[in-house]
């Protein structure tokens, strides 16, 4: 072990590489004021690690380590520091810094902000690249590490860091609550999160997806309804019903937008969080008018969001659905690839952290 000096991790070496990680030792960014450096316990597998490691997202400053899920237990605060003492277990999910300052900022919308760095991949200003959570230790500024509810099991409050997340803020900034119904496009990693979160705020909660494959475990998470969209017309008992829907797919092969967009409301909302590697669908005004529905996009979420998201899992006992696999490079090479062959259900936590850092 090398801390504090430097850190350890599984790094992708280049992009046709993304299934064999390596050991790598690293060098953090110089310790500030406000920092909190986390000895690394539990990482979740996010779609985002694999779009980065085969290069799909485009090519990165390698040699790269993924993760953006991360709990640990903070083992050095910065003097400044208020919100978190030596020992806490705490959460650190994918965005790792912001300017703090600006109108984004102080609006809660620090998602949003123009100096917003990404877990890993992202170099700070002084130059050293940030790499992420399959390693011993993170240091991540007060704002972007979060007090995790001890009603919270570490593996399964993991993937609520970007996952969770992803699928909560824009849910709640769209008024999901009684009265309302949400469809979720897609039963995955994010999706399954966005059928617990809309249900624990009281919506009404379709799953939207292609084949019924997943319908048990929909209703399982508290889904009030399963549309299989491969069937015939299957949008059209539903038309102008829904407020919202969350598209989750980070895919869009074959995607026809219309029959969905023919699911909401009056200037219902049509919400994409997922990233294809393509090109995306083309929109023309006329696909709007029918019912004045409007399409948008959603990263992450701000502090405030992740601390209630949070709570509400720890008040409402939601338990993600995840698979455990022991972080090592094979571990790392293995959970990649299953992610990548779509072999995970919903999520996988990377654990076993002391046998190897
Ligand atoms: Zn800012
Ligand atoms: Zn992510």
Not at 16 to 21: A, E
Not at 120 to 147: K, M
Not at 153 to 177: H, Q, V
């Amino acid at each position: 072990m090398v801390y504090p000096d430097t850190f350890e991790g599984f790094a992708i070496t280049s992009g046709d590489q993304w299934q064999s990680p390596k050991r790598f030792e690293f060098k953090p960014k110089p310790f500030g004021d406000f920092d909190i450096d986390v000895k690394i316990i539990a990482c979740g597998v996010c779609g985002s690690d694999l779009h980065t490691a085969t290069g799909g997202w485009g090519n990165k400053n390698w040699p790269l380590v993924p993760g953006h899920e991360i709990i640990g237990h903070a083992v050095k605060v910065g003097p400044k520091v208020t919100s978190v003492k030596v020992g806490d277990r705490v959460g650190v999910g994918a965005q790792i810094s912001a300017c703090l300052d600006c109108p984004q900022c102080k609006e809660d919308n620090e998602t949003y902000c123009k100096e917003q760095l990404d877990t890993y991949g992202s170099v700070y200003p002084d130059g050293t690249l940030a790499h992420g959570g399959y390693s011993s230790h993170i240091r991540a500024h007060e704002h972007f590490t979060f007090p995790i509810p001890e009603a919270l099991k570490t593996e399964e409050a993991a993937p609520m860091l970007c996952a969770g997340l992803t699928a909560y803020s824009p849910i709640f900034r769209n008024g999901a609550g009684p009265g309302k119904k949400i469809g979720i496009i897609g039963v995955g990693g994010i999706g399954h999160f966005g059928i617990m979160f809309a249900k624990a705020l009281g919506a009404e909660v379709w799953a939207i997806s292609r084949s019924s494959a997943k319908k048990a475990d929909a209703l399982k998470m508290g889904a009030d309804g399963f549309l299989e969209t491969r069937v015939k017309d299957w949008n059209v008992p539903h038309e102008f019903t829904f407020d919202m829907i969350l598209n989750t797919a980070s895919s869009d092969d074959g995607f026809d937008l219309a029959p969905y967009l023919s699911l909401l409301r009056v200037h219902g909302k049509f919400i994409s969080v997922g990233l294809p590697e393509g090109e995306g669908s083309k929109v023309r005004p006329q696909s709007l008018l029918a019912n004045g529905c409007m399409i948008g996009a959603s990263h992450l979420g701000s502090r405030k969001e992740t601390l209630d998201m949070l709570q509400l899992a720890a008040d409402k006992g939601i338990k993600s659905w995840v698979e455990t696999i022991p972080v090592s490079e094979k571990g790392c090479g293995e959970a990649l690839t299953r992610l990548h062959n779509n072999d995970v259900r919903y999520r996988f936590t990377l654990v076993d952290y002391d046998k190897q850092f």
